[in-house]
């Protein structure tokens, strides 16, 4: 019983160390800013991974100093303060939310649901909204995985779609990537869901002005070869380019 509570309270003492050591850094690349509020979510009809937030944000914010800076609004978005939960980032599209909650789109409920094994935001009480200054980098690469079966109809026949459009289209209008991510894609009205495998040169990110590369694994549950892999010119969709293109063959 005595080891017992010893190593609840070495874990307890390891938590708190850890917390502290990330709310320093997280201070510092924030140059001083701070807002971290817990909010009941409520689901939004955006199609990106922008939040709505209630004008208490947006009045602690300005309050710092932080849109005098002009730096862009991302924020860290998870269920648990222990990061026990789903987590990722996101943008923010307006302050218009009640005060006490968040709206969160279908893409930012995906990533937090599916990281904790929940269906819906339904059985979520409240997440947690953290002010983030993420990296902005010039070039970036993305490697994503699609889950189940891929991109196989009915578990059989190869699906024949331009991925690289599908991914750019996707991922248009997007503010954040973090690596761990869930991202549906949607072609010929049936959704897939591709998991990002690998995110460089940093694990979470800003996804402004950047050269973004795009690859992509196989699905576990498949072997041998699914895409092919071609170079084209480089595009630019809102920020966001893709100088590797992937086709399903």
Same mark, same amino acid.
């Given at each position: 019983?005595?080891?017992?509570?010893?190593?609840?309270?070495?874990?307890?003492? /390891?938590?708190?160390?850890?917390?502290?050591? /990330?709310?320093?850094?997280?201070?510092?690349?924030?140059?001083?800013a701070r807002y971290l509020a817990r909010l009941r979510p409520y689901p939004s009809s955006r199609t990106d991974d922008k939040l709505e937030l209630p004008a208490s944000a947006l009045e602690e914010l300005e309050r710092q100093g932080v849109l005098e800076k002009g730096a862009l609004l991302t924020f860290a978005?998870?269920?648990?303060?222990?990061?026990?939960?789903?987590s990722t980032h996101a943008g923010v599209a307006e302050f218009t939310a009640e005060e006490g909650t968040v709206g969160v789109p279908p893409r930012v409920a995906l990533c937090l649901t599916k990281g904790s094994g929940l269906d819906t935001l339904d059985a979520v009480g409240q997440v947690e909204i953290r002010y983030v200054k993420l990296p902005r980098c010039r070039k970036s690469r993305v490697?994503?995985?699609?889950?189940?079966?891929?991109?196989?109809?009915?578990?059989?026949?190869?699906?024949?779609?331009?991925?690289?459009?599908?991914?750019?289209?996707?991922?248009?209008?997007?503010?954040a990537l973090t690596q761990g991510d869930w991202l549906p894609i949607r072609h010929q009205g049936q959704t897939y869901e591709l998991m990002v495998r690998e995110l460089e040169p940093e694990t979470e990110m800003a996804l402004i002005d950047t050269d973004l590369t795009v690859e992509a694994l196989l699905s576990?549950?498949?072997s041998g070869p699914m895409f092919s892999r071609r170079r084209s010119k480089a595009r630019r969709a809102k920020g966001v380019t893709a100088e590797t293109g992937l086709t399903v063959t």
């Open positions: 019983m005595e080891q017992e509570q010893r190593e609840r309270e070495e874990e307890r003492h /390891r938590q708190a160390q850890e917390e502290r050591l /990330r709310a320093e850094a997280e201070q510092q690349l924030n140059e001083g978005v998870s269920l648990s303060t222990r990061g026990a939960g789903g490697v994503f995985q699609p889950r189940g079966e891929g991109f196989h109809a009915g578990g059989m026949k190869v699906v024949s779609l331009d991925l690289e459009h599908v991914l750019l289209e996707t991922l248009r209008g997007h503010t576990r549950r498949r």
